[in-house]
């Protein structure tokens, strides 16, 4: 059994679902912190949902307020994420956010 910790970024340039991360097949994963900074001068929100292996998808966070200028933390306790399932964020406004998760992949 290995264990990585490793992280995802994404910037989100559209408001388009954006896939932040996909567990791997024969891997469970702990994610610890997903953060979300807002370099913008307005107010924003976020939205993330985890999709399964049967493609259903659930909601985590459901139009989660960022503040102007500000980072949230999105996770009070760690998120655990089974093999082929799927991280997805879908900002507000394009160009406005930017997302990180940090995570520890157990294979």
Known sequence: MANNYKNSKVDLTTTNVTTL?????????????????????????????????????????????????????????PLVVMENEILKVTAATADRLHVVASYLEIT
Do not use: H, R
């Open 21 to 77: 991360y996909t567990a791997p097949a024969a891997t469970q994963t702990v994610v610890k912190s997903i953060l979300v900074s807002n370099d913008s001068g307005s107010s924003d929100t976020i939205t993330l949902t985890i999709t399964d292996s049967a493609s259903a998808v659930f909601s985590v966070y459901k139009v989660k307020s960022v503040a102007s200028n500000a980072t949230v933390e999105l996770l009070e306790q």
